[in-house]
């Protein structure tokens, strides 16, 4: 079922956020005041080379005062083409220029509350053109082993939601075929049920 | 390397959100003006049960204006530990009381704007104890065969940052040892120089 938006309004602007309050109805009819924040588009990518290893940078973040590897990844400015952007992203933070790039995933950070999308793509090579561009963003820029990175998530040193989702896909790639599934497929379903009348915590909506 | 915050300040603050600016200089000395955002933890889950399935909400996400799979994850309230947070979120948000968690990993949803961050527990079985008191968050709850999730991310049935990152560590963690790394350990390696000064584009921080 859809929520039904009636309005939105601004209550905060400038040119990488817009923080907005959105009036939204559930299905039962009860209205919400549903904060939301509209932002930019990210690219990043995944390079890796013949060697199986990663092209990763360690950086430390200001805002969760923790470090971690994480994939090369940006905003993408207005009219680049996503691609374009993950391409120049990479070489900016790394000094390295990859290989062509072709669709990896796209990721919603945090839907509850940003519109936020990342698209990321994948490439096999990579070319050394200089220093980064933009050094003060990494800490170090690495070619981490790729069988590596199931530990470095299991030990919290990569801990950034986007990269964790884009490495381990990408192993996951890697992988033989999945063996189909065996048993009922489904073993208990809720359908929402519109007739009927469920409690709201208040009017207060859950971000997550 | 760090940067140094030299100070916040609110400009949007609701009991969801701190909306801030942060003067932070950066390692050669320049100011920016970083724009964060302060908000709740979340924590959800991981639920499986004998027959390797998983329990998923599928959802309309109005923000984004999509759907998908997702975990059962919520806001963590206040002096509420992360673990109880995510076995009442499971059960609001499914109907199904998780047994025995523990801890699968943590998220950072977004750290280049949000100091989110989501706890991740797993649970290998669940008691049904009516339906979900929170049955506005999905159109359906279902167990789902895990063997299908890499494919409900190939496919983008799952676009959840924190959703995909928990699945598949939860798949990757199911496999056998990884074969360790072959060949040298590091090819290239840059470290910050802080006596360079390297060209900033503007004041503008990339908050991704």
Known sequence: MRWQVHSEKSVYLDPWLDVRIADVELPDGRHIDHRLIRTAPGAGAVV??????????????????????????GQVDDGEPPIA????????????????????LAVQPGNGFSDGL???????SAVHVGPPAHPWEAERVEWVPFATVRKLVA??????????????????????????????ELSFLYDYDPGRVYPLPGNLPDLL
Chains 1, 2 share one sequence.
């Open 118 to 124: 990342n698209h990321v793509y994948r490439a096999d």
């Open 85 to 104: 952007a993950a391409a120049r992203e990479v070489e900016e933070e790394t000094g390295w220029r990859p290989g062509p790039l072709r669709p990896l």
């Open 48 to 73: 890796t080379d013949a060697d199986d290893r990663v092209l990763l940078i360690w950086r430390h973040r200001f805002i969760t005062d923790s470090w971690g590897w994480e994939i090369p990844l």
């Open 155 to 184: 030990t919290g040193d990569i801990v950034c939601g986007t990269s964790i989702s884009a490495l381990l896909h990408t192993l996951v790639e890697s992988l033989p075929e999945a063996v189909p599934p065996q048993g009922p």
